[in-house]
């Protein structure tokens, strides 16, 4: 069963706002503009995905979210004053409720794999960890 886009970014736009709120121990306006602008960006990026059938969606979100956060852009400073409302946090607990809940479908495809997924898994998990904070330790060596 697939849900329609729109119902699908609306609840994950509501369970966010919920979610933040509940960090920040109380509902903003800050925090719910920051969603909105969250909310933009998806939806330009989904637009001009499918428009031009080339470049994924995630491409041109990353690419217009640098642009409209750099100081460059008009805007930055009011737009980064209320996505950073937004605690990172609470994005990633319903991105990985989600993810985990996805699981759910695969199961048979688990138990037929069996526990070998397991190491792969972890050798995986490690090496991007450890690659990732290779890079960071390096990035931040260099220009901090």
Same mark, same amino acid.
């Not at 937004?86 to 985990?100: K, R, Y």
């Given at each position: 069963? /697939?849900? %329609?886009?729109? $119902? *699908?970014?609306?609840?994950?736009?509501? $369970?966010?706002?919920?979610?933040?709120?509940?960090?920040?121990?109380?509902?903003? #306006?800050?925090?719910?503009?920051?969603?909105?602008?969250?909310?933009?960006?998806?939806?330009?990026?989904?637009?001009? &995905? /499918? +428009?031009?059938?080339?470049?994924?969606?995630?491409? #041109?979100?990353?690419?217009?979210?640098?642009?409209?956060?750099? %100081? #460059?852009?008009?805007?930055? /400073?009011?737009?980064?004053? =209320?996505?950073?409302? +937004? !605690?990172?946090?609470?994005?990633?607990?319903?991105? =990985?409720?989600? &993810?985990?809940?996805?699981?759910?479908? !695969?199961? %048979?495809?688990?138990? /037929?794999?069996?526990?070998?997924?397991? %190491?792969?898994?972890?050798? &995986?998990?490690?090496?991007?960890?450890?690659?990732?904070?290779?890079? &960071?330790?390096? *990035?931040?060596?260099? #220009?901090?």
């Amino acid at each position: 069963m /697939r849900l %329609p886009l729109w $119902l *699908s970014l609306g609840v994950l736009t509501v $369970l966010g706002i919920g979610t933040a709120s509940v960090t920040a121990k109380t509902l903003s #306006w800050q925090i719910i503009g920051g969603y909105g602008v969250l909310l933009a960006l998806v939806l330009l990026g989904l637009f001009l &995905a /499918r +428009v031009t059938r080339k470049i994924s969606s995630i491409v #041109w979100i990353t690419t217009i979210g640098a642009f409209v956060s750099s %100081p #460059w852009f008009f805007g930055a /400073r009011t737009l980064n004053s =209320l996505v950073s409302s +937004v !605690d990172f946090l609470s994005i990633a607990t319903i991105m =990985l409720t989600l &993810a985990g809940l996805s699981l759910g479908k !695969d199961i %048979p495809l688990l138990r /037929r794999i069996g526990w070998k997924i397991i %190491p792969v898994g972890l050798v &995986a998990i490690t090496a991007s960890f450890l690659l990732s904070t290779l890079i &960071a330790e390096f *990035s931040l060596g260099f #220009w901090g």
